[in-house]
């Protein structure tokens, strides 16, 4: 990437805010409020696109920019928080906290949010890291996760349509938008690399891209991927069946999520993929 812009970060009990150094204009903020599902918004494009992510859309209210969402394991739902009728009687809870502070050096902010998942009766069902990175410059952001899962029993995630690291963006029936994936393809569960979405943002009304890269150590990657009907996009271990996360042995998993100031070509996305998925920029 081109030089990258530097970065100071706002630490609160209950969640960080990653600011351009120059300015103080945001760059994301997490949140990690205690018993809710910790996730990232606002996210901003870069180039003053606009705000990519959406959080609480009339039709899924569950849905909070982007996040870490799962269902049936071990028969508990993390995903629609309750909300959701048709599953509330067994949706589970979130406890999550910080790790530390988090910290800004050479134009990259870090920090981690450890997550306990409980069932409705408190019991714990497995606990999670997420480890974030994120840099930018003037046309490009890189958001930067490693996912660690563990757990002191064994669980079954269930085979589901989705589940796992979910981008929920501003989509507006009357301005659309497109998905495509590393494969030439656009549909829902299919195998791919990465998904890529284009779309206007409403604040601004500028075109952006934004592409979630799933990393090639991945448990079973190259994995099928939720595309919805709103350009909601996920690479989803359980759409492929169910999977296990035995006791005492974490499982452990790497996305990137790069967001460009406009459209860009298939092959800059694909050559983005490559420079990830061999340890570069």
Do not use: K
């Amino acid at each position: 990437m081109p030089d990258l812009t530097p970065l100071v970060v706002d630490n609160r009990p209950d969640g960080v805010t990653v600011l351009r150094a120059a300015d103080g204009q945001p760059v994301l903020t997490q949140v990690a409020e205690a018993g809710r599902r910790p996730y990232i918004h606002p996210l901003h494009a870069p180039g003053g696109a606009g705000v990519l992510t959406e959080d609480a859309p009339a039709h899924h209210p569950w849905q909070h920019g982007l996040y870490v969402g799962l269902n049936d394991v071990n028969g508990s739902g993390f995903w629609s928080e309750g909300l959701d009728p048709r599953r509330a009687e067994t949706d589970g809870t979130f406890a999550p906290r910080l790790d530390g502070e988090a910290v800004a050096v050479d134009g990259v902010a870090r920090w981690t949010v450890r997550t306990d998942y409980l069932a409705r009766d408190d019991a714990p069902v497995f606990s999670d890291r997420q480890e974030w990175a994120v840099s930018t410059t003037g046309e490009r952001l890189d958001l930067d996760m490693t996912w660690t899962l563990h757990a002191g029993h064994d669980v079954t995630f269930g085979e589901y349509e989705y589940g796992g690291l979910f981008l929920r963006m501003p989509f507006r029936a009357e301005t659309g938008g497109t998905a495509f994936d590393s494969e030439g393809q656009s549909s829902d569960g299919q195998r791919a690399r990465w998904v890529a979405v284009v779309m206007p943002l409403p604040d601004t009304g500028r075109e952006v891209l934004a592409a979630l890269l799933d990393h090639p150590g991945n448990p079973g990657s190259p994995v099928p991927w939720r595309i919805d009907g709103e350009l909601g996009i996920c690479p989803s271990p359980s759409i492929a069946g169910p999977w296990t996360l035995a006791a005492g042995v974490p499982a452990v998993f790497r996305y990137r999520l790069a967001v460009f100031s406009s459209s860009v070509p298939a092959a800059v996305v694909e050559d983005t993929w490559q420079r990830f998925a061999g340890g570069g920029e």
